[in-house]
């Protein structure tokens, strides 16, 4: 067993006194250095900014991605040439974003879109994120409304439609030819100027005469694709019904075919009053033997132009016309017509309508809705009489077909006065 070594023994005073500590190593030169110094306090700065740097990266993106305050979607109109600021009051005036606006400037700059923010109509979809509202906008995904030209209108009257629809601005700076226009419906943003809707009407119209013009048959005495409008334009306004466009045409084609006069009553309307449309009456005897560049009733072949702007189904109609040899329709009382080769057939077919007709009136309770009594039909007419007369329905287009409005129909039941 080792031995301690002997404990010195110190003095009461010496007991007393503190124990001496050694003092602290001294620094060296190259630490109190002042690039040293300076070099410590930068990487301590940049740590601290980093970690801000990142704090902020995570609050941002949470922020970005947060859903909205929009409690359903909604359509907000962005006006042209606003700044960021204006941006951000009209999208959180409109609920679009909550009411820290800097949120929407500082994701704007985050995003890199300040430049790219595009004015327009927007769809802001329920809850919408900052990332979304900014991502519509710079995609420019405006609201696209759609507008609906039906058929049978005049150039005049599409551009009446055009001018009373508060989606487009500017004005048309001339009325269209007649038949250069394809009714149809499109989707126009808001602000679209009325020239390039009449331009983008006029390039479909093009694209779609040469597409059926290709694929006619080539037996039609139609030289052109013009007369083929014109043909088209006169089906068009003779009929609304689907299942009677190619027979209609094939009535005009086989009178082209054996050089008889046409005989359209939609075509003394034009003449006597051209675009307008509407005659607002019935025609009168004197009107059927009137001269006239559009009166087929006086002129040989097809008038000099559209009556008015046809439609697809029309234009293919009158480009494959039925396989027919139908020379004469009538209004047969239920909404169609009633077809025949023969005139004497026809007769039969008129006088089965007329019969009709007086029936109606007899029945008729209210005395002022009465027709004036029915003429006799014009011989070797194409179309004879209007749907009948009250209390029965007007005559209405084939399901899926659009509404035919601005259209007169033909009437063979001249006023009272010429009676």
């Given at each position: 067993?080792?031995?301690?070594p002997p ?7 010496a007991?007393?006194?503190p ?6 190593p ?8 002042p690039?040293?110094v300076?070099g ?13 740097a990142?704090?902020a ?13 929009l409690?359903e979607?909604?359509?907000v109109?962005v006006?042209a040439r ?9 999208l ?6 909550d009411?820290?606006?800097w949120?929407f400037?500082g994701?704007v ?5 300040r430049?790219?923010l595009k ?6 979809q329920?809850n919408a994120s ?7 906008m710079?995609?420019g995904k405006v609201?696209?409304?759609?507008v ?10 599409i ?7 508060d ?8 009325i269209?030819?007649e038949?250069t226009?394809?009714?149809e419906t499109?989707?126009?943003?808001r ?8 331009a983008?009407m006029?390039q ?8 059926i013009w290709?694929?006619?048959n080539a037996?039609?005495p139609?030289?052109?694709p013009?007369?083929l ?7 068009e306004?003779?009929?609304g019904?689907a299942?009677e466009r ?6 005009y ?6 050089k008889?006069?046409?005989q ?10 051209g675009g307008k449309?509407?005659?607002?009456r ?11 560049p559009?009166n087929?009733y006086?002129?040989?072949g097809l ?11 029309s ?10 040899r139908?020379l004469f329709f009538?209004a047969?009382?239920?909404g ?7 005139y ?7 006088a089965?309508?007329?019969t ?5 009136q007899?029945?008729?309770?209210e005395?002022?809705d009465?027709p004036?009594?029915a003429?006799?039909?014009t ?7 209007t749907?009948?007369?009250?209390p ?6 084939a ?12 009437t ?5 006065d010429?009676?």
């Amino acid at each position: 067993m080792s031995e301690r070594p002997p404990i010195s023994p110190r003095s009461p005073r010496a007991a007393l006194e503190p124990e001496q500590v050694p003092p602290p190593p001294k620094r060296s030169e190259r630490a109190r250095n002042p690039l040293v110094v300076i070099g410590n306090a930068i990487i301590t700065i940049l740590l601290v900014l980093m970690i801000g740097a990142g704090a902020a990266y995570y609050y941002g993106a949470q922020k970005i991605g947060a859903p909205g305050p929009l409690q359903e979607d909604k359509v907000v109109n962005v006006p042209a040439r606003a700044g960021m600021a204006d941006i951000a009051d009209t999208l959180q005036r409109e609920g679009v974003i909550d009411n820290n606006r800097w949120a929407f400037i500082g994701a704007v700059l985050a995003l890199k879109a300040r430049s790219e923010l595009k004015p327009g109509e927007y769809l802001f979809q329920k809850n919408a994120s900052l990332r979304d509202v900014i991502g519509t906008m710079v995609d420019g995904k405006v609201v696209q409304h759609s507008v609906t030209i039906p058929e049978g209108l005049t150039s005049e009257q599409i551009v009446a439609r055009l001018s009373d629809n508060d989606i487009f601005s500017g004005s048309v700076s001339e009325i269209p030819r007649e038949g250069t226009l394809l009714p149809e419906t499109y989707k126009f943003p808001r602000g679209t100027t009325r020239d390039q809707v009449v331009a983008r009407m006029q390039q479909a119209q093009r694209r779609v005469v040469a597409e059926i013009w290709e694929h006619r048959n080539a037996d039609i005495p139609v030289k052109t694709p013009e007369q083929l409008v014109t043909l088209a334009s006169i089906v068009e306004k003779e009929t609304g019904r689907a299942d009677e466009r190619s027979r209609v045409a094939a009535v005009y084609v086989n009178r082209l075919r054996q050089k008889m006069k046409l005989q359209s009553d939609p075509t003394i309307i034009y003449g006597l009053v051209g675009g307008k449309g509407t005659l607002g009456r019935p025609i009168k005897r004197s009107e059927i033997t009137q001269p006239s560049p559009y009166n087929t009733y006086v002129i040989d072949g097809l008038p000099p132009g559209p009556i008015a702007n046809p439609g697809r189904a029309s234009l293919e109609a009158a480009a494959n016309p039925a396989r027919t040899r139908d020379l004469f329709f009538v209004a047969d009382g239920t909404g169609g017509h009633a077809f025949t080769e023969t005139y004497d057939q026809h007769q039969k077919n008129v006088a089965k309508l007329r019969t009709m007709e007086k029936q109606i009136q007899n029945d008729t309770v209210e005395p002022a809705d009465d027709p004036a009594p029915a003429a006799a039909a014009t011989p070797g007419e194409a179309t004879s009489a209007t749907p009948p007369a009250k209390p029965v329905a007007p005559k209405k287009p084939a399901r899926g077909a659009p509404a035919r409005q601005g259209t007169v129909q033909p009437t063979s039941q001249p006023p009272a006065d010429q009676q």
